[in-house]
């Protein structure tokens, strides 16, 4: 537990940048970068076509290409022409193991039917060794003709003998035959259901074989865990798979303490590409050791940890968010809490008294309701600077938009979960609770400050896609034509703006990145076209040239 130590004190590390942005000019190597343009997100210098930055990743000049090259005349040079570039992109929230997982496991995202999800479990069963499980995410009851749960018959015809345990594509149920179930060794019928879960059963009362929320710890303790090799290539893929994209950071929300060190390992190494900014998983040993010994910093700063995740509801798609009225598809059910309102207020003030930032993940208007009010106990008095956070903030109750900015907190959401839960979003909560639901410019407007992410790998890990869904709320197709919900679009620099000084703000890193001013790292991505120029339309097909961080190319298109 006391492995983990900052090497130097986190307050320190923007003073230390600060100092070394007066003296770097002097000491170090200084390489000039010329664009078509760069939009540095400074009010002070909106746009300027140069950036000088030294070898240590930090830019000690921003202005016009005639004044820093006389002001660098033996500077090493690096002109991208035509291109645009921008503030390096931060996910606000994402699961980084998850999506390296994506690559050793069957990925399901996509599928359109159960024969499609069949098809793709057989070609990945025939590289397993006999008896190993069948692990897969990804699959998606919406999308399928019936767009009904499926149950374990669907599998075990396939698989009568191996375990198959599929993550939905969510996270927030799980689908499995009998032969996983049997290995719970636990009788799984009757009318019994978890804490914060449930087991889906038929008129018999037997499990279908789909478990929601926390019913998925049932079977997800029985699976054979990863060996330490396996957990940090997942790391490794992930992270490789977000700088590809032009991710210069991401908020990993979840993170346990051994995943914590794997993490530090790779820092050790100089082996992480992008700048993680890790959120513990819930009450846990994260949790614990953050009270105990304070937020925790990497000396080569590309790792935090100074926050806790928390989930108090389940998802929409599996009808598990907490609704303060049932579901309008379905009248017998209210969803599901994780935590009880007595507990997230005990743990909300133990986050308070450590000093540890919470950002708890709450989708229906009940979850988010039961968030903002033990929020509001715990920072009653002398809140600070917090910055607390509500992961997703999906469906309000209009009541409630307006309390996040008097409560200095911050909607951290995905903009593609609008333009994928779109088709049945309005089935689930009806046409009134509709209009709280995705509120981007009305929690804007009343002023919250709006963080960007993905979620990924429950959407895609891609931000041009979240830049191209906030500014149009539409598919790939452009339907329906105007946006779902048109009156919620974000503007581009809105959007932009959501995936740099927001996300930045949102994980206490705006002295560092989410800019590109002096004293701040050299993050930035290089684009053919211009995100604030083009069309919103053609948003999500930007082409992401490089990914630069600290300076120093972690991902060249031109270097596949």
């Known amino acids: 537990m006391h492995q983990i130590r900052a ?90 193991e ?27 069963a025939a590289q397993l060794p006999a008896g190993a499980w069948l692990l897969g995410r990804g699959w998606d009851q919406n999308d399928w003709p019936e767009q009904r749960f499926p149950t374990a018959a669907d599998l ?35 009318d019994w259901q978890p804490d914060g879960g449930r087991i889906e059963r038929d008129a018999q009362r037997r499990p279908t074989g789909v478990f929601i929320d926390a019913a998925m710890a049932l079977v997800d303790a029985v699976v054979p865990p990863p060996d330490e090799a396996t957990a940090e290539r997942a790391l490794v893929l992930g992270m490789q798979e977000a700088v590809a994209h032009g991710l210069t950071g991401v908020h990993d929300m979840g993170v346990s303490l051994a995943a914590l060190q794997r993490y530090r390992r790779l820092a050790d190494r100089n082996a992480m590409p992008l700048r993680i900014n890790a959120l513990a998983d819930g009450d846990s040993a ?48 209210r969803g599901l809490l994780l935590m009880q309102p007595d507990a997230l207020m005990r743990i909300a003030a133990r986050g308070k008294a450590c000093g540890v ?8 208007d009940r979850g988010n309701r039961d968030v903002l009010d033990a929020y509001a106990v715990a920072l009653a008095n002398g809140a600070g600077d917090h910055r607390w956070r509500i992961e997703h ?17 911050i909607a951290s959401i995905q903009p593609t979960h609008a333009t994928s839960d779109m088709p049945w979003a309005q089935e689930r909560v009806g046409a ?45 197709a452009g339907q329906p034509v105007g946006g779902w919900g048109p009156e919620e679009k974000l503007t581009a620099f809105e959007a932009l703006r959501g995936f740099t000084v927001d996300a930045a703000y949102a994980g206490f890193a705006e002295d560092r990145v989410g800019r590109l001013a002096v004293g701040k790292r050299a ?22 040239q490089a990914t630069y961080v600290d300076g120093e190319a972690v991902y060249r298109a031109d270097a596949k």
């Not at 903030?393 to 907190?409: C, F, R």
Request: proline share 6%; aromatic share 6%; glycine share 8%.
């Open 98 to 124: 998850g999506l390296g997982y994506t690559k050793l496991r069957v990925d399901l995202v996509g599928a359109r039917s159960k024969d499609e999800v069949l098809a793709r479990l057989r070609a990945f």
């Open 357 to 364: 930032q919470l950002a708890t993940h709450a989708i229906g």
């Open 393 to 409: 903030a999906q469906v309000l109750a209009p009541a409630d938009i307006g309390k996040l900015a008097p409560l200095g907190v």
């Open 286 to 333: 994260a949790f614990a050791w953050l009270c105990e010994n304070g937020a925790y910093a990497h000396p080569r700063g590309r790792l935090q940890m100074r926050a806790v995740k928390l989930y108090v509801d389940g998802a929409l798609g599996s009808r598990g968010a907490a609704m303060l009225e049932p579901y309008s598809d379905d009248p017998a059910n």
């Open 523 to 544: 993050d930035f991505v290089v684009l053919a076209q211009d995100p604030l120029a083009i069309e919103p339309a053609a948003l999500r097909s930007l082409t992401v």
């Open 156 to 190: 075990d015809a396939a698989f009568p003998d191996r375990p198959v345990w599929l993550e939905r594509v969510d996270g927030h149920a799980g689908w499995g035959n009998r032969a996983a179930m049997a290995a719970v060794k636990r009788d799984l019928t009757g």
């Open 432 to 476: 009134e609770r509709i209009h709280g639901a995705y509120a981007w410019r009305q929690l804007r407007d009343r002023g919250a400050r709006l963080a960007l992410g993905s979620d990924f790998p429950v959407e895609s890990v891609d931000p041009r896609l979240g830049l191209y869904s906030a500014t149009t709320r539409a598919d790939a």
């Open 7 to 96: 090497i130097a004190p986190w307050l320190a590390i923007p003073l230390m940048l600060a100092a070394t942005a007066v003296t770097a000019a002097s000491n170090q190597r200084v390489t000039v970068l010329t664009a078509a343009r760069i939009h540095t997100m400074d009010p002070a210098q909106p746009r300027v076509e140069a950036l000088a930055y030294d070898d240590a990743g930090t830019v000690v000049a921003v202005g016009t290409r005639e004044a820093l090259a006389a002001r660098y005349p033996d500077a090493s040079r690096l002109d991208v022409g035509a291109s645009t570039v921008v503030p390096g992109l931060i996910d606000a929230h994402g699961h980084v």
